[in-house]
C-alpha cells in the first residue's frame, strides 16, 4: 500500500504568517492527493481534493499544489483558529491511506 | 445539507463485537458509496472498508477483512460497520464518510460523521 509521509511533525507559527505543509508518496498517486483539517474532538473536515480543488466552502486561504509524489498544503494569513491536525489522503491506489498529520500551533 | 449521525459510545469487553450506526440524511443514500475510517486514541486515521448502499458491494481493508461487516439499511438509510472479536487495540474513534461523487470517483471522504468511541476493555 502507499505509504504517505508528512513533514514537519509539528508547525508552530504566529498570526498572519503563512505555513507550508508538506506530504510525499511512496509512489506515483497523481493528482488523487486530498488534505483534511481536524480539530480536537471532531471529524475530519476536506480542504482539498485532487491535489487543488477547494471543497465547498474552504477559504482561498488554503491552496493545495504538487503531483505524482510530493505534495503541498499553503494555509496563508494563518488565524488562530487555523490551530489543528493536517491530514492527506490518496485515493490513487487501493487502499486509500493517509498520512501521520501535522499539528499546527498558531 | 448531507448529515451522518452516529450512534453512541461503547464500551465493550475483549472477545466481542460492536455494531456502529450512521443515519445518512439529505442526499440520495443508494447513489454514493460509504466507507469507515478509524482513529486510535491520539493517532492517526486508518480506512477499514468501504460499501455501495445501491447492491451491496463492500471493499475490506486487509487489516480488517476477517473481523468487519459492513452493511446497509436501505429503507432507513442508515449504515452499520460490525467488528468482531474485539482486542484492547481496537479501542478507538470510528467514523463513517461519505463518497462527495459517485461510483466513478471513489474514497473522496466528505462528509464525515461525528464519530463514535468504542472503548474495549475488561
Known amino acids: 500500500e502507499i505509504v504517505l509521509t508528512q513533514s514537519p511533525v509539528t508547525l508552530s507559527l504566529p498570526p498572519g504568517d503563512s505555513a507550508t505543509l508538506s506530504c510525499r508518496a511512496s509512489?506515483?498517486?497523481?493528482?488523487?492527493l486530498a488534505w483534511f483539517q481536524q480539530k480536537p474532538g471532531q471529524p475530519p473536515r476536506l480542504l482539498i481534493y485532487?491535489?487543488?480543488n477547494r471543497a465547498t466552502g474552504i477559504p482561498d486561504r488554503f491552496s493545495g499544489s504538487g503531483s505524482g509524489t510530493h505534495f503541498t498544503l499553503t494555509i496563508s494569513r494563518l488565524e488562530p483558529e487555523d490551530s489543528a491536525i493536517y491530514y492527506c489522503?490518496?485515493?490513487?491506489?487501493?487502499?486509500?491511506?493517509f498520512g501521520q498529520g501535522t499539528k499546527v500551533e498558531i | 445539507q448531507v448529515q451522518l449521525v452516529q450512534s453512541g459510545a461503547e464500551v465493550k469487553k475483549p472477545g466481542a463485537s460492536v455494531k456502529v450506526s450512521c443515519k445518512a440524511s439529505?442526499?440520495?443514500?443508494?447513489?454514493?458509496?460509504m466507507s469507515w475510517v478509524r482513529q486510535a486514541p491520539g493517532q492517526g486515521l486508518e480506512w477499514m472498508g468501504w460499501?455501495?448502499?445501491?447492491?451491496?458491494?463492500?471493499k475490506y481493508g486487509h487489516k480488517f477483512q476477517d473481523r468487519v461487516v459492513l452493511t446497509t439499511d436501505t429503507s432507513t438509510t442508515t449504515a452499520y460497520m460490525e467488528l468482531r472479536s474485539l482486542r484492547s487495540d481496537d479501542t478507538a474513534v470510528y467514523f463513517c464518510?461519505?463518497?462527495?461523487?459517485?461510483?466513478?470517483?471513489?474514497?473522496?471522504?466528505?462528509?464525515w460523521g461525528q464519530g463514535t468511541l468504542v472503548t474495549v476493555s475488561s
Open positions: 509512489q506515483d498517486v497523481g493528482i488523487y
Open positions: 439529505g442526499y440520495n443514500f443508494l447513489s454514493y458509496g
Open positions: 460499501i455501495n448502499p445501491y447492491d451491496g458491494n463492500t
Open positions: 489522503q490518496q485515493r490513487s491506489h487501493w487502499p486509500p491511506t
Open positions: 464518510a461519505k463518497d462527495h461523487a459517485g461510483f466513478g470517483d471513489l474514497y473522496r471522504f466528505d462528509p
Open positions: 485532487d491535489t487543488s
